[in-house]
């Protein structure tokens, strides 16, 4: 498989880290809300030990399917039913990936979970990627309902978070920020925000 064919699924941030060199040096990778395993195609093609959990049973099959194309050797039980608030596994990973996982919190204790529990499945100098939704840009169109959770302009309900709150969880998690905060505006419908750690 060519290099268009490994990412031509996986989101275009994640992309972006792999072209920097950011994952260079991870070896362990635990996708947290794996879904299908889109995110999971370049790593698994690449030598990584890689890992998944989603709490859909349909999409985790089709993921450790994936594996077994793609990966032969990485063992289907790396592949797992769960929470990203209860997560299975016993080891740390070099590298976490929660992609459009956090903005389904359903409130704030929600969203910590969370946010904790992946934080806490990071090997020391682990990388944390974080792709959520966020009210960056949008402040004066989003409608707040209850509990942290926003009614977007492209009719969507999302637990949002604002710029002020994921600099303040950075600092309280002693975390590093390895890039600015970075937002792409879909023309003021809804907002997606880039976060990466490192511990």
């Known amino acids: 498989m060519n290099i268009k064919s490994q990412l031509q699924r996986t989101d275009i941030y994640i992309i972006d880290q792999l072209l920097k060199g950011r994952f260079d040096h991870v070896n362990s990778v635990l996708d947290v809300g794996c879904g299908s395993g889109r995110n999971l195609v370049y ?14 049973a349909a999409r985790l099959y089709d993921a450790q399917q994936l594996a077994v194309e793609l990966s032969p ?13 209860q997560i299975p596994f016993e080891q740390n990973f070099d590298l976490v990936i929660c992609n459009a996982v956090l903005h389904f919190a ?11 529990s992946i934080w806490n ?15 960056i840009g949008i402040e004066k169109l989003v409608k707040p309902i209850d509990n942290g ?20 969880y950075t600092n309280k998690l002693k975390a590093q920020l390895l890039e600015p905060l970075k937002t792409t505006n879909v023309q003021n419908l809804r907002c997606m925000t880039t976060w990466i750690l490192k511990k």
């Open 106 to 116: 359903e409130n704030k204790t929600q969203f910590e979970a969370i946010l904790f």
């Open 73 to 85: 050797s990485t063992p289907i039980s790396n592949f797992k039913i769960g929470k990203a608030e």
């Open 43 to 56: 790593f698994l093609q690449n030598n990584y030990k890689v890992y998944g959990l989603d709490p859909n």
């Open 149 to 168: 959770i926003y009614l977007l302009p492209d009719g969507s309900k999302r637990y949002l978070v604002s710029e002020q709150m994921l600099l303040e």
């Open 121 to 135: 499945k990071l090997t020391d100098n682990g990388i944390l990627f974080i792709r959520l939704a966020s009210d």
